[in-house]
């Protein structure tokens, strides 16, 4: 189980629908099963079915984490038109078994998040908690 902060599901949301016409994408850094930063980062790709990482922003990011007393734990990215599911680009490039690989799908009438787990080329979609925000 992943638990991520009411405010950081609806950030990754508006980063998603913000950076539309390409794919958002960053890091999520926290302590055991939670998260508690969002880490925004440059798709220096700029484009609508793919993301890379500007490396100087990935040291940052780590820094950023290990300064707070937390560890990069999940990478995420959107899709703009396509479901919250690993494409085969994301299974081909994804492969760091430590961390948690979280998809943002636009496609649909509401914006979904789903997480997954790869180990040894085996896809895990792991259950998300929302914590806080308002209970009604």
Same mark, same amino acid.
């Given at each position: 189980?992943?638990?991520?902060?009411?405010?950081? $599901?609806?950030?990754?949301?508006?980063?998603?629908?913000?950076?539309?016409?390409?794919?958002?994408? =960053?890091?999520?850094? =926290?302590? =055991?099963?939670?998260?508690?930063?969002?880490?925004?980062?440059?798709?220096?790709?700029?484009?609508?079915? $793919?993301?890379?990482?500007?490396?100087?922003?990935?040291?940052?990011?780590?820094?950023?984490?290990?300064?707070? =007393?937390?560890?990069?734990?999940?990478?995420?990215?959107? $899709?703009?038109?396509?479901?919250?599911?690993?494409?085969?680009?994301?299974?081909?490039?994804?492969?760091?078994?430590?961390?948690?690989?979280?998809?943002?799908?636009?496609?649909?009438?509401?914006?979904?998040?789903?997480?997954?787990?790869?180990?040894?080329?085996?896809?895990?979609?792991?259950?998300?908690?929302?914590?806080?925000?308002?209970?009604?």
């Amino acid at each position: 189980m992943l638990k991520i902060p009411q405010e950081i $599901h609806e950030a990754l949301i508006q980063q998603a629908v913000a950076e539309l016409p390409y794919e958002a994408c =960053g890091y999520l850094a =926290g302590r =055991g099963d939670e998260i508690l930063l969002q880490i925004p980062m440059t798709n220096v790709d700029q484009s609508p079915e $793919h993301f890379s990482f500007a490396p100087a922003e990935q040291f940052a990011a780590l820094r950023t984490a290990r300064d707070k =007393g937390m560890v990069l734990k999940a990478v995420y990215h959107s $899709h703009p038109s396509t479901p919250a599911r690993l494409s085969e680009e994301d299974l081909r490039l994804l492969n760091d078994p430590s961390l948690i690989y979280i998809i943002i799908s636009l496609a649909g009438a509401e914006a979904q998040i789903k997480a997954f787990r790869i180990v040894n080329k085996v896809v895990t979609e792991l259950p998300i908690q929302i914590i806080g925000g308002d209970p009604t």
